[in-house]
């Protein structure tokens, strides 16, 4: 057939192979070869005979020529190519499993979970994962993984190496997965729903993160100050605090925060959206947190303690402001007569008074007054009440 030439009996051997006539059968598999050479070697394999040891990394094999493809591997010779992709292996099988996958051929199923693979390497590796068997393991931070592949990507990260890059934003990644789910975000897909309260998120490590939220765990400390949140990325933006770290800045005054989200806030104030309101009294709010503490007055809450003279304040910044009394600070200075003032509403009402601006009116007499002090001063005249 190819011109190959033989003597005795050895041409009708090679014959009977190029005819595929499998007659002679393995007693322990049933598995049928064309020799008996080749059935032997077979054999060998059950009885765990393996007398052929590379050289180079000590690993020993049952028959010559799988010896030999183990070599090729070693010196990196791949003849094997794939018509499709051009994709090139050691193997000649390992090119017929490859072009399964191109076939999405799946014929290697999973007896735990049913999951199927092109490959049955694929399927030994996806069970160590239910075993949950983890032999590779990354040689910087110590962290295991069930697939060899996996942990080069991981190494990829330690190495700073960002091959897949976003074609809307330029943002890059490590892996191709990661880059998906990022792309899911910009097109606005959300097909991970949390079961509680109904919110989708782009991640399935999102919506894990918020069920967290929900059940109220707090895993990330921070180191300084103990504080502890539920998702990391808020402990990130926490520590840039400590650090002074101020990367977020308002276009229209120039002040600076540390998150996008506080950022994003701020400008809401800029632009008047409130969409926080008082349950008690109606009063708006930008933010959420600034309800919370005017409900807080409502209830009398005073958390916030003077160590100087032990008034008490509702708001943290008012606390912050009074300190500022008792130092001297006076940031606040009229453009008028020069008068400096601790806070910006005492200037505000100081302003009203140079410009003859009156609303705080007596409800007995209809005589005005610039501040309400000095109209409740008023009220006790009219009481009787001398001081």
Same mark, same amino acid.
């Given at each position: 057939?190819?011109?190959?030439?033989?003597?005795?009996?050895?041409?009708?051997?090679?014959?009977?192979?190029?005819?595929?006539?499998?007659?002679?059968?393995?007693?322990?598999?049933?598995?049928?070869?064309?020799?008996?050479?080749?059935?032997?070697?077979?054999?060998?394999?059950?009885?765990?005979?393996?007398?052929?040891?590379?050289?180079?990394?000590?690993? =020993? &094999?049952?028959?010559?020529?799988?010896?030999?493809?183990?070599?090729?591997?070693? *010196?990196?010779?791949?003849?094997?190519?794939?018509?499709?992709?051009?994709?090139? &292996?050691?193997?000649?099988?390992?090119?017929?499993?490859?072009?399964?996958?191109? *076939?999405?051929?799946?014929?290697?199923?999973?007896?735990?979970?049913?999951?199927?693979?092109?490959?049955? %390497?694929?399927?030994?590796?996806?069970?160590?994962?239910?075993?949950?068997?983890?032999?590779?393991?990354? /040689?910087?931070?110590?962290? =295991?993984?069930?697939?060899?592949?996996?942990?080069?990507?991981?190494?990829?990260?330690?190495?700073?190496?960002?091959?897949?890059?976003?074609?809307?934003?330029?943002?890059? &990644?490590?892996?191709?997965?990661?880059?998906?789910?990022?792309?899911?975000?910009?097109?606005?897909?959300?097909?991970?729903?949390?079961?509680?309260? %109904?919110?989708?998120?782009?991640?399935?490590?999102?919506?894990?993160?918020?069920?967290?939220?929900?059940?109220?765990?707090?895993?990330?400390?921070?180191?300084?100050?103990?504080?502890?949140?539920?998702?990391?990325?808020?402990?990130?933006?926490?520590?840039?605090?400590?650090?002074?770290?101020?990367?977020?800045?308002?276009?229209?005054?120039?002040?600076?925060?540390?998150?996008?989200?506080?950022?994003?806030?701020?400008?809401?104030?800029? /632009? %008047?959206?409130?969409?926080? *309101?008082?349950?008690?009294?109606?009063?708006?709010?930008?933010?959420?947190?600034?309800?919370?503490?005017?409900?807080?007055?409502?209830?009398?809450?005073?958390?916030?303690?003077?160590?100087?003279?032990?008034? *008490? &304040?509702?708001?943290?910044?008012?606390?912050?402001?009074?300190?500022?009394?008792?130092?001297?600070?006076?940031?606040?200075?009229?453009?008028?007569?020069?008068?400096?003032?601790?806070?910006?509403?005492?200037?505000?009402?100081?302003?009203?008074?140079?410009?003859?601006?009156?609303?705080?009116?007596?409800?007995?007499?209809?005589?005005?007054?610039?501040?309400?002090?000095?109209?409740?001063?008023?009220?006790?005249?009219?009481?009787?009440?001398?001081?």
């Amino acid at each position: 057939m190819y011109g190959k030439t033989f003597t005795g009996n050895s041409n009708l051997k090679h014959l009977i192979m190029h005819a595929d006539i499998r007659n002679v059968e393995c007693d322990v598999c049933g598995k049928a070869f064309t020799q008996k050479c080749t059935l032997k070697l077979h054999m060998d394999m059950h009885a765990g005979i393996n007398n052929h040891v590379c050289d180079m990394c000590g690993k =020993s &094999f049952t028959e010559k020529g799988t010896l030999k493809f183990h070599m090729d591997k070693h *010196a990196g010779i791949k003849n094997h190519v794939c018509d499709i992709c051009g994709k090139t &292996f050691t193997q000649k099988g390992h090119v017929k499993e490859h072009l399964e996958m191109h *076939a999405a051929i799946k014929n290697h199923v999973c007896d735990i979970c049913g999951k199927a693979f092109t490959q049955k %390497g694929h399927v030994k590796e996806h069970m160590e994962m239910h075993a949950g068997i983890k032999n590779h393991k990354c /040689a910087i931070c110590g962290r =295991s993984f069930t697939h060899k592949g996996t942990l080069k990507r991981h190494m990829d990260m330690h190495a700073g190496i960002k091959n897949h890059k976003c074609a809307i934003c330029g943002r890059s &990644f490590t892996h191709k997965g990661t880059l998906k789910r990022h792309m899911d975000m910009h097109v606005g897909i959300k097909n991970h729903v949390c079961d509680i309260c %109904g919110k989708v998120f782009t991640q399935k490590g999102h919506v894990k993160e918020h069920m967290d939220k929900h059940a109220g765990i707090k895993n990330h400390k921070c180191a300084i100050c103990g504080k502890a949140f539920t998702h990391k990325g808020t402990l990130k933006l926490h520590m840039d605090m400590h650090a002074g770290i101020k990367n977020h800045t308002c276009a229209m005054c120039g002040k600076s925060f540390t998150g996008k989200g506080t950022l994003k806030l701020h400008m809401d104030m800029h /632009a %008047g959206i409130k969409n926080h *309101a008082c349950d008690i009294c109606g009063k708006a709010f930008a933010q959420k947190g600034h309800v919370k503490e005017h409900m807080e007055m409502h209830a009398g809450i005073k958390n916030h303690k003077c160590a100087i003279c032990g008034k *008490a &304040f509702t708001h943290k910044g008012t606390l912050k402001l009074h300190m500022d009394m008792h130092a001297g600070i006076k940031n606040h200075t009229c453009a008028m007569c020069g008068k400096a003032f601790t806070e910006k509403g005492t200037l505000k009402r100081h302003m009203d008074m140079h410009a003859g601006i009156k609303n705080h009116m007596c409800d007995m007499c209809g005589k005005a007054f610039t501040r309400s002090g000095y109209l409740k001063e008023h009220i006790k005249m009219h009481a009787g009440i001398k001081n």
